[in-house]
T-cell receptor, first 117, second 110 residues
Framework: DTGVSQDPRHKITKRGQNVTFRCDPI?????LYWYRQTLGQGPEFLTY????????KSRLLSDRFSAERPKGSFSTLEIQRTEQGDSAMYLC???????????????FGSGTQLSVL | TQLLEQSPQFLSIQEGENLTVYCNSS?????LQWYRQEPGEGPVLLVT?????EVKKLKRLTFQFGDARKDSSLHITAAQPGDTGLYLC??????????FGGGTRLMVKP
């Protein structure tokens, strides 16, 4: 395993089109996160999975966004009817959550840069 | 709304200078992490601080967690061009996701 892999690296689409991104986490990691990052800002939490269960979604995640993690392995993030405001870097991260103290260590992929024209 | 405020937002310095960036919040965090991000890449974890007052060193980088676990600082000694990047702090409130600050964009000129 070389790390978290995201595909595609770049996506250009027209407003109103649907797009889907894929994330392959580090294989033994049970948690998978999606974040969105706009230029000059820090990442904003969108949603996360523990194994195949989607446990939390941000208010940022409108009805046009849906994420899945079938079988608790890879995950997909779909955006329907894209808008120009959806243009951002979409980051995936994975971690192995322990119950012990010490903070959760997230390993990020290189992201998918979405441009909506 | 970002719960973590980072300052300064931008910093441009000459090679060899020292610098400190700050991460402040009104919330208490069970731990705080610092990441570095280069253009077109995801953030990479540098360090996690857990105990109030804790100081950790990573070569020329010194990280400190405030006594009340609400703030943190990152000090870089003798900055090098390779230190250029976006430095992000992220707080873990023992919930289910990290909250990131807005970042400090550092440029070190040779």
């Amino acid at each position: 395993d070389t790390g978290v892999s995201q595909d595609p690296r770049h996506k250009i689409t027209k407003r109103g089109q649907n797009v889907t991104f894929r994330c392959d986490p580090i294989s033994e990691h049970n948690r998978l996160y999606w974040y969105r990052q706009t230029l000059g800002q820090g990442p904003e939490f969108l949603t996360y999975f523990q194994n195949e269960a989607q446990l939390e979604k941000s208010r940022l995640l409108s009805d046009r966004f849906s994420a899945e993690r079938p079988k608790g392995s890879f995950s997909t993030l779909e955006i329907q009817r894209t808008e120009q405001g959806d243009s951002a870097m979409y980051l995936c991260a994975s971690s192995l959550k322990f119950l012990s103290r010490g903070g959760e260590k997230l390993f990020f992929g290189s992201g998918t840069q979405l441009s909506v024209l | 709304t970002q719960l973590l405020e980072q300052s300064p937002q931008f910093l441009s310095i000459q090679e060899g200078e020292n610098l400190t960036v700050y991460c402040n919040s009104s919330s208490v965090f069970s731990s705080l992490q610092w990441y570095r991000q280069e253009p077109g890449e995801g953030p990479v974890l540098l360090v996690t601080v857990v105990t109030g007052g804790e100081v950790k060193k990573l070569k020329r980088l010194t990280f400190q967690f405030g006594d009340a676990r609400k703030d943190s600082s990152l000090h870089i000694t003798a900055a090098q061009p390779g230190d250029t990047g976006l430095y992000l702090c992220a707080g873990d409130n023992a919930g289910n996701m990290l909250t990131f600050g807005g970042g400090t964009r550092l440029m070190v000129k040779p």
